[in-house]
């Protein structure tokens, strides 16, 4: 069995690693919580670009139930093929069109699954989905048959803590929580994104950053990428180190409400 490792432009702690491998030995979903920009979406590509498997994605909305993962049956589409009399619509099964779980489950072999911000959803919806996610199957009605995957998916769920998730569902999942990168993570990330650039700028854009998101009064924390956004900025403009120790230069890439910006500029600006 291979295990994933990280790759080369996604970092990971032995924490995550260890959880990552646990889901996948297990064979349960790996369910992700951590504030936005700390990477939970990349997640799931990189264990798929890592294992070399495709991967089917899930974007939860707040309309979103557990039926259309599954599959839903097109009774429209076979309504107005009847209607023109010109297909044959006594096969069920060209109407029935697989959804993003079902289609995991269908696979001949095995992908990657994200199941992205499931705390959008209704309350109930991870509830209707524990029979699928433990027991790696479902029944269609219209075709009268089970479909049961020969590869169990390897299962990513990301949350950003919008709502509890039911216990029943978290007994389920292996969790990891994943932390904010601290400046040390910070600058080999950077590395790993820009390598060659200089050691003092970088050390002193990061603790600019750490600056700023530290201010208790942000509303919206400044996030890695915009962080390695505002990194590029600095360099194609050629701000030096001593313009970002004293100013606060392109800070609209880094904050995106104009109180968080005001804040910023009022407690920073003499720093």
Same mark, same amino acid.
């Given at each position: ?5 990280? &790759?080369?432009?996604? *970092?990971? &702690? @032995?924490? *995550?690693? #260890? ?15 951590? $504030?936005?920009?700390?990477? +939970? ?7 798929? =670009? ?13 309309? &979103? ?26 096969? %069920?099964?060209?109407?029935?069109? *697989?959804? @993003? *779980? ?5 696979? =001949? =072999? ?30 269609? @009605?219209?075709?009268? $048959? ?11 769920? &990301? ?7 039911? $216990? ?5 999942? %292996?969790?990891?929580? %994943? $932390? ?8 080999? !990330?950077?590395?790993?994104?820009? @390598?060659?650039?200089? #050691? ?11 600056? !700023? ?18 990194? +590029? ?10 313009? %970002? ?13 104009? +109180? ?12």
């Amino acid at each position: 069995m291979k295990y994933f490792r990280g &790759t080369s432009d996604y *970092l990971v &702690t @032995p924490g *995550l690693m #260890e959880a990552v491998n646990a889901a996948i030995i297990l064979g349960r979903p790996l369910l992700v919580k951590g $504030e936005p920009g700390t990477g +939970k979406t990349m997640l799931a590509y990189k264990i798929a =670009e890592a294992l070399n498997k495709k991967i089917i994605v899930w974007n939860i909305k707040s309309t &979103t139930v557990a039926q259309e993962g599954l599959y839903v049956y097109d009774t429209v589409q076979r309504l107005n093929d009847a209607r023109f009399g010109d297909r044959d619509i006594s096969d %069920i099964r060209q109407y029935i069109k *697989l959804g @993003p *779980l079902g289609q995991a489950l269908a696979s =001949e =072999e095995q992908v990657v699954l994200l199941i992205d911000e499931i705390d959008k959803a209704e309350l109930e919806f991870p509830n209707d989905l524990l029979h699928e996610l433990d027991q790696m199957d479902f029944y269609i @009605p219209e075709t009268r $048959e089970w479909i049961k995957a020969k590869h169990r998916p390897i299962v990513v769920i &990301t949350s950003n803590s919008e709502k509890e998730l039911p $216990e029943a569902f978290l007994r389920r999942c %292996i969790f990891h929580y %994943i $932390e904010f990168p601290d400046p040390e993570m910070m600058k080999k !990330i950077v590395e790993v994104h820009y @390598p060659g650039l200089s #050691e003092k700028l970088v050390s002193t854009a990061v603790k600019r950053f750490y600056e !700023i998101r530290n201010l208790r009064e942000l509303r919206k924390k400044p996030s890695t990428s915009e962080l390695l956004d505002w990194i +590029k900025v600095l360099v194609d403009e050629r701000i030096n180190e001593k313009e %970002i120790a004293e100013g606060l230069p392109f800070l609209g890439v880094l904050l995106k409400k104009t +109180k968080d910006v005001e804040v910023a500029r009022r407690r920073l600006s003499s720093v």
